[in-house]
């Protein structure tokens, strides 16, 4: 999947802005802010299912 197209997807599923996103290791990786909270994340580029995610220290 695109970035554009990955970067809506997490938007659409509560983040409120996504602060990097580049492609690492076959995967999306990336930050953004969820509920307030800066948030580091992995997301699978061809279904774009989240796999993971965790706050950013």
Do not use: C
Not at 13 to 24: A, C, R
Not at 28 to 34: H, L
Not at 36 to 41: H, I, L, S, T
């Amino acid at each position: 999947m695109p970035a554009a197209e990955i970067r809506q997807r997490l938007l659409d599923t509560g983040y409120t802005s996504v602060t990097e996103l580049k492609p690492d290791d076959g995967l999306w990786d990336g930050k953004g802010v969820k509920n307030g909270v800066e948030v580091r994340f992995h997301v699978d580029p061809r279904t774009g299912a989240m796999l993971s995610e965790r706050a950013d220290d």
